[in-house]
C-alpha cells in the first residue's frame, strides 16, 4: 500500500515573490490553508460585468518554424494584450533556411473556419497574411461582408524573405479589386509594393511615397510601405499614408539575422492596438516601437541554421526593464531649448528640482535633462519621478545625465552621458531601443563614435567660457563647426551660452545644429519662466534670420 506523506513544502501555498508579481500582476490572494468550519465555500471571482477582451481574428498561413505567419501573429496579438483566434489557409513546411512546401487549405474548409469564429466570438480586427489563391480571398471577402468587423488589416503576404511564393500572381487582381477596397490599412513591403503596381522600381524613399499614393487610389483607408528590405539604409523607414499627410516613421535598423516574421508581427500588432481602440497612427507607431524592440532583444539568439531567424515576442515577459511603457519618439527639433538643471542654482534660488523644471518648461523649453551631480539618490529619484510626470503632461522629453539607474527607475526618457560615464553603447544595452540617448563630444572622432555607438544626439562644447562645468576647455565656433560637420547625428550647442550670445550661435546656420542647451542663463535667475521666454524669442527670431 502506498504510504500517505505530509505535503512537501515545495508543495504547499506560497504567496508569489514580488518579482512574479511584478512580472504578471493580477490580483492576487493567497489561498487560505485551513478555511473555518462554517465560512461559504469561497468562489472565485465570476465577473459581475462582462470585462471587453480586444480580439483580433488572424486570417493567414502557419509557419512551421514559427516566426512568422499565424504563430507569429498570436505571439504578437497576445504580447499586446489582445486575444488573437486563427483561420488557418495553408500550412506551409518552413524553417530558417527557407520554405520546402505549402499545402493550402480548400476554400470551402477555410470559409467553414471563417463563420466557425466570426458567428460567434466578437471579433474586433481581421488581419489578414498569407491568402494563397483568390478563391480563399473570395471566401473571405464573402464573409467580412456578412459579419462585419470594427477594422481589416491586409499584409498582402506575396513572396517570403527567403524568396519562395506564398501567394501566386492570379491572387493579385483579386487582393486590388476585391479586399484593398474593404480594407483599413494595407501594409506591402517594398518588393509587395512593387508586385501590386505592376512591377515599378522602388528604390527610394520618395518611391515609397508614390507606392503609398498609388495603392491608397485602390481603396484601403490608409497604406503603410515597409522599408525593413530596403537596401543601404541605417535607418527603418517606414511610409504612411492616410489619403492627405505622408508620414516617414523612422526607426532604429537593428542589426541582426533574426528578422523573419517582422511583417506578420507588425500588422497583427496593428490589429491587436486597433482592437483595443487606438487610433491607426498610434495604433501603426505601437507596432513598429513593438517590432524594433523585440528585434532588439532576439537579436543575439540563434536558432537553425539558415539566413533568417526568428525573433522573441515575448521579450518583455523576462525583460521587465523595456517594458512597452514610454514610447516617446527622439525628434530633433526637441533639442531647440534644451533647459539643463543644476542642483547648487536651484538651492541657491530656493527652488525645488520640480519647481525649476515647471518654469522652464511653462517658458517653452522643448527637452529638460536633470543634472544633479550632488543630490542623495533618494532625493533625486523622487524628483525625477514627479518630474517625469511634468514632463509627460506638457509632451516634452525628460533626459537624466549620467544615472542610468536613476533613469531605468523613474522611466524617463532618456539620458546624456559624457566621455567619461557609462559608454553610450552600454547605456543602449541597458536602456533599450526606445530610449533617447545624448552624449557630449569635443571632437570629430567621439562624435563618429557616439553614432557608432547608437546614440541618437550629440551635445557638443563648450562653445564659450562656463563656470558650471570645471575644466572644461572652450571649443568655440570652429571646434562646434568641426563636431556638427563630422557628425551624422543632430547637435545642440552648449558651455556658456545666454540671451546675449544664443542668436550667434543659431546664426552660424550648421544644418544639423538643431538648438542650444543652457544651465545659468535660465536657472541662476530670478525668474526661470522668464529668461526661457526671452531665450526662446531670440532663437527664433535667430532661426527665421538664418
Ligand atoms: N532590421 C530591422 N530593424 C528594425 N526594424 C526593422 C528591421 N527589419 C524590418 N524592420 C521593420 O519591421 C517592420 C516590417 O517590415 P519588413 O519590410 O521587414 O516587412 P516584411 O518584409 O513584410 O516582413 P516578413 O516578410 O519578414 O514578415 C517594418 O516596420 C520595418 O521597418
Ligand atoms: C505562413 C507565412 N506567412 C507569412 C510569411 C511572411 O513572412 C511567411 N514567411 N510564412
Ligand atoms: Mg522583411
Known amino acids: ?118 458567428s460567434d466570438m466578437s471579433v474586433d480586427v481581421v488581419k489578414t497574411g498569407m491568402l494563397p489563391s483568390a478563391g480563399i480571398v473570395k471566401v473571405l471577402c464573402e464573409n467580412l461582408r456578412k459579419f462585419p468587423v470594427k477594422a481589416l488589416v491586409v499584409d498582402p503576404v506575396m513572396v517570403s524573405t527567403s524568396g519562395d511564393t506564398l501567394s501566386g500572381p492570379s491572387t493579385l487582381a483579386t487582393f486590388r479589386d476585391e479586399l484593398f477596397p474593404m480594407a483599413d490599412i494595407v501594409t506591402p513591403n517594398v518588393k509587395e509594393a512593387s508586385k501590386l503596381l505592376g512591377d515599378v522600381s522602388l528604390q527610394t524613399i520618395s518611391d515609397m511615397r508614390s507606392a503609398a499614393e498609388s495603392i491608397y487610389k485602390l481603396g484601403p483607408k490608409h497604406v503603410l510601405v515597409k522599408g525593413g528590405d530596403m537596401p543601404d539604409s541605417t535607418d527603418a523607414i517606414d511610409v504612411f499614408f492616410d489619403g492627405k499627410e505622408f508620414i516617414e516613421l523612422r526607426g532604429l535598423r537593428i542589426k541582426t539575422r533574426n528578422t523573419h516574421g517582422t511583417g506578420c508581427t507588425l500588422a497583427s500588432c496593428i490589429a491587436a492596438e486597433l482592437a483595443k481602440g487606438a487610433t491607426m497612427l498610434h495604433a501603426v507607431e505601437v507596432a513598429k516601437k513593438f517590432v524594433e524592440s523585440a528585434l532588439y532583444h532576439s537579436k543575439d539568439r540563434v536558432i537553425g541554421n539558415g539566413p533568417q531567424g526568428p525573433f522573441d515576442h515575448l521579450f518583455s515577459l523576462k525583460s521587465p526593464l523595456h517594458k512597452m511603457g514610454s514610447l516617446h519618439k527622439f525628434n530633433p527639433d526637441d533639442l531647440f531649448l534644451y533647459a539643463v538643471t543644476d542642483s547648487g542654482m536651484n538651492k541657491k534660488w530656493g527652488r525645488s528640482i520640480k519647481d525649476a523644471v515647471k518654469a522652464a518648461i511653462e517658458g517653452g523649453a522643448t527637452i529638460v535633462q536633470l543634472r544633479e551631480k550632488d543630490t542623495e ?64 563630444c569635443k571632437t570629430p572622432a567621439q562624435a563618429e563614435q557616439a553614432w557608432k555607438d547608437g546614440a541618437d544626439y550629440i551635445g557638443s562644447g563648450g562653445v564659450f567660457p562656463t563656470t558650471t562645468k570645471a575644466n572644461n576647455p572652450t571649443l568655440g565656433f570652429e571646434g562646434l563647426r568641426a563636431v556638427c560637420s563630422a557628425s551624422k547625428l543632430p547637435v545642440v550647442a552648449i558651455g556658456g551660452i545666454n540671451t546675449g550670445n544664443a542668436g550667434s550661435v543659431m546664426e552660424l546656420g550648421l544644418p544639423n545644429l538643431k538648438g542650444v542647451a543652457v544651465v545659468s542663463a535660465l536657472f541662476d535667475r530670478e525668474c526661470v519662466a522668464t529668461e526661457t521666454r526671452s531665450l526662446r524669442s531670440i532663437l527664433m527670431n535667430a532661426c527665421s534670420r538664418s
Open 1 to 118: 500500500m502506498a504510504s500517505v506523506s505530509a505535503p512537501s513544502a515545495a508543495l504547499a501555498p506560497r504567496r508569489p515573490s514580488a518579482s512574479a508579481a511584478l512580472l504578471f500582476p493580477y490580483p492576487y490572494s493567497s489561498p487560505r490553508v485551513s478555511p473555518s468550519p462554517t465560512a461559504q465555500p469561497r468562489r472565485l471571482a465570476v465577473a459581475a460585468r462582462a470585462m471587453p477582451w480586444p480580439h483580433v481574428l488572424t486570417v493567414a498561413g502557419s509557419d512551421s518554424g514559427a516566426g512568422a505567419g499565424i504563430q507569429a501573429d498570436i505571439k504578437a496579438s497576445a504580447a499586446l494584450g489582445a486575444y488573437c483566434s486563427s483561420v488557418i489557409t495553408a500550412v506551409t513546411a518552413q524553417n530558417t533556411v527557407g520554405v520546402q512546401g505549402v499545402h493550402a487549405v480548400p476554400e470551402e474548409f477555410v470559409g467553414e473556419q471563417l463563420r466557425s469564429v466570426l
Open 377 to 440: 539618490t533618494r532625493e533625486f529619484l523622487e524628483a525625477a519621478k514627479a518630474c517625469v510626470d511634468i514632463c509627460r503632461s506638457s509632451g516634452v522629453p525628460l533626459l537624466i545625465n549620467d544615472r542610468i539607474d536613476v533613469a531605468l527607475a523613474c522611466n524617463a526618457d532618456g539620458v546624456h552621458v559624457g566621455q567619461s560615464d557609462m559608454p553610450a553603447w552600454e547605456v543602449r544595452e541597458l536602456l533599450g531601443p526606445g530610449k533617447i540617448i545624448g552624449v557630449s
